[in-house]
């Protein structure tokens, strides 16, 4: 077996299959994106959704996870922008995230919310290159902007984060 | 500054630590399969040839008899708990059964139908070897010209590539798997999803100071003699032992001695001229070809009459809506602009539409579910409500459809959703009449 369905695995197995792989990944995506616990779920919700719906479309030129992450930066992007998000507290602070114990270190806390604080084209680049470890051109796929574009943000991104550690600029809301 | 290693460390460490509480929720994992129960189910369903076959397989033996089974190519673009397909799709499959091999791969074509627009096919790949082998298909051509696919199942086009044959982590791998396409027109050019190492090649460079010319891609037409050509690429692991299972998938564990990148997670290899030498070798490759016959066929097609269409809320200029039944399966595409309030306002957050066929579209409205609506495809633009009541921003909507009810309805009806519940708001319905 390789690396696709059998035939004779239905889409709602093939759903399943995928939500047990990666609901966390994308659960741990939606929530730094969205600063809010309610807003994540109901983003990976409706990814998985767009998934099942958009199945027989997928054609396999990227990996699922990759694909999935792209659905849900949409659906992240898209909830932003909605009249509903307008009114969700736009302090950032970690409070959105499960509480772990022991809690996260201090340093770990403060880059953490520093690229919560991000705006989203920073926010975005910063997620899949150093976190997921996506090269430049799969990103720039993911995003529909150009490699040049996604170099750009990187770079920004780097300084932003410099100075968010290291005091002085005001952080983007 | 630190450089990219370090601070992709950095930033993993950080996110890693405060974000380890996540955990999976079973009762959201529960929401998604609940709510997708609700879309039509797509269970597959055996046609009109499979049936034939099976019973052939009782009373006779041989090669040829297990190759129908194999085909079901009905029950891949239906995926429905319908009994059977139209008979005039059905009448539609031509069954070849005929099978091409070398001593590294081999390649069966099981059945094939032309609907008067698209080419389906069904292949069967199979390893005829003791070693586990990686394939992939690539370049579809007909006559010689390049093949443009609508969709594919993996291992077709320029990415991962299917493992056949071998075991890992106690998994046996099958030898075969069957691989399902849908091509829409040719071309002198390679598909951009077969855009594969050194195949841009192909493409011509434009001469200094002109405009690059597009691609031409022709429609598919019928023909009693045709001949489809496919190519099978082979590549052997460098080392079997780094082969990981998860769930049904296999992996190449990039960690392997041979990559020496020392990462612990697998990760499915993507084709490319990186990975490839690395993890893969090529041992070889074949073009494979086939006759097939594409009968001729009328696609039905209905309309609605552009206009003004409206309900107690809005009203809505119709730029274009059709549909048509493409194998049995409704294809459309409307073009609309925001709607226009008829009376004080807009609903607030209206964002986006469903479209039920009419005979469907009661028995949603009574289950408030988008189970029956057709399922949207490509679309794109969008509106949204601007600062005052009544200053929407404008922008046109255009969206395909795909549905497998296989029947053109007489009207459909577009409702819209309010707020982000994703469900329906009934009282947005509009009812677009078609012939």
């Known amino acids: 077996m390789g690396a696709i369905q059998a035939p004779d695995q239905t889409p709602l197995e093939r759903l399943d299959q995928w939500i047990q792989a990666y609901e966390k990944d994308l659960l741990r995506l939606c929530c730094l994106y969205l600063r809010d616990w309610n807003a994540a779920e109901d983003a990976v919700q409706e990814t998985f959704l767009k998934a099942y719906r958009q199945m027989d479309s997928f054609r396999g030129d990227s990996h699922v996870k990759t694909w999935l992450i792209r659905i849900a930066v949409n659906q992240c992007r898209d909830m932003r922008r909605s009249a509903w998000y307008r009114y969700i507290d736009p ?3 970690i409070d959105c995230l499960p509480i772990t114990t022991p809690p996260p270190t201090a340093d770990h806390l403060a880059l953490n919310t520093a690229i919560m604080r991000l705006s989203p084209k920073y926010l975005e680049v910063v997620l899949l290159y150093y976190y997921e470890g996506y090269r430049m051109k799969e990103i720039a796929q993911m995003l529909g902007i150009t490699e040049a574009a996604v170099s750009t943000r990187i770079r920004k991104a780097k300084q932003k984060l410099k100075n968010e550690l290291e005091g002085g600029e005001e952080h983007e809301k | 500054m630190k450089n990219d290693h370090e601070i992709m460390d950095r930033v993993r460490a950080a996110v890693d630590d405060c974000t380890r509480g996540i955990e999976e929720t079973p009762s959201l994992r529960y929401r998604i399969l609940t709510q ?11 046609s009109t040839v499979l049936i034939l076959a099976t019973v052939l397989m009782l009373l006779v033996t041989g090669a040829v008899a297990a190759t129908l089974l194999h085909g079901d190519i009905l029950g891949w673009l239906f995926r429905t708990d319908r009994s059977e397909a139209p008979a005039e799709i059905a009448a539609l499959v031509e069954t070849a059964g005929e099978s091409r091999r070398n001593e590294l791969s081999a390649l069966t074509l099981n059945e094939t139908l032309f609907d008067g627009n698209t080419l389906s096919l ?32 993996l291992p077709y086009g320029s990415s991962a590539g299917e493992l056949l044959g071998g075991e890992a982590d106690g998994q046996v791998f099958p030898k075969e798997a069957t691989v399902y396409a849908t091509f829409t027109a040719v071309s002198d050019y390679p598909d951009p999803l077969d855009n594969a190492m050194g195949s841009t090649a192909a493409i011509a460079a434009p001469e200094e100071g002109s405009i690059p010319s597009l691609p031409s891609r022709t429609a598919l037409t019928a023909t009693d003699e045709a001949e489809f050509s496919v190519l099978v690429e082979v590549f052997r692991p460098v080392d079997p032992a780094r082969l990981t299972a998860l769930g049904h998938e296999a992996f190449l564990d990039p960690s392997s001695p041979a990559t020496g990148s020392g990462s612990a997670e697998s990760r499915l290899i993507p084709f490319d001229s990186a990975t490839v030498p690395s993890l ?3 041992i070889g490759s074949e073009e494979y070809t086939f006759p097939i016959r594409m009968k001729t066929a009328a696609i039905p097609t209905v309309s609605a ?18 549909l048509s039944s493409v194998s049995g399966m409704l294809e459309g595409c409307i073009t609309v602009p925001a709607p226009s309030a008829m009376k004080d306002r807009l609903p607030e957050d209206l964002t986006f ?7 469907v579209y009661e028995q949603a409205k009574q289950d408030n579910s988008v189970a029956l609506a057709l399922r949207m495809g490509n679309s794109g633009g969008g509106w949204s409500n601007g600062p005052g009541p009544d200053s929407p921003i404008l922008c046109n909507v255009s969206a395909s459809f795909r549905s497998n009810t296989g029947s053109l309805p007489r009207g459909v009806y577009l409702v819209w959703m309010t707020g982000n519940n994703g469900t329906p708001d009934w009282d947005t319905a509009i009812y677009i009449p078609l012939k």
């Open chain 1, 91 to 93: 302090r950032v602070s």
């Open chain 2, 36 to 46: 997708a129960k609700g879309d039509p189910p797509m269970k597959k369903k055996l």
């Open chain 2, 353 to 359: 539409f469903y479209a039920f066929p009419e005979d």
């Open chain 2, 305 to 322: 009459q552009p206009g003004t269409y409206e309900n107690d809320l809005f009203s809505l200029e119709l730029d274009s809506f059709t």
């Open chain 2, 280 to 282: 893969l070798a090529q």
């Open chain 2, 122 to 153: 069904s292949l069967t790949l199979e390893n005829p070897t003791d070693e586990p082998m990686v394939y992939r298909i690539r370049q579809a051509k007909l006559n010689g010209q390049y093949l443009i696919a609508e969709s594919v199942m």
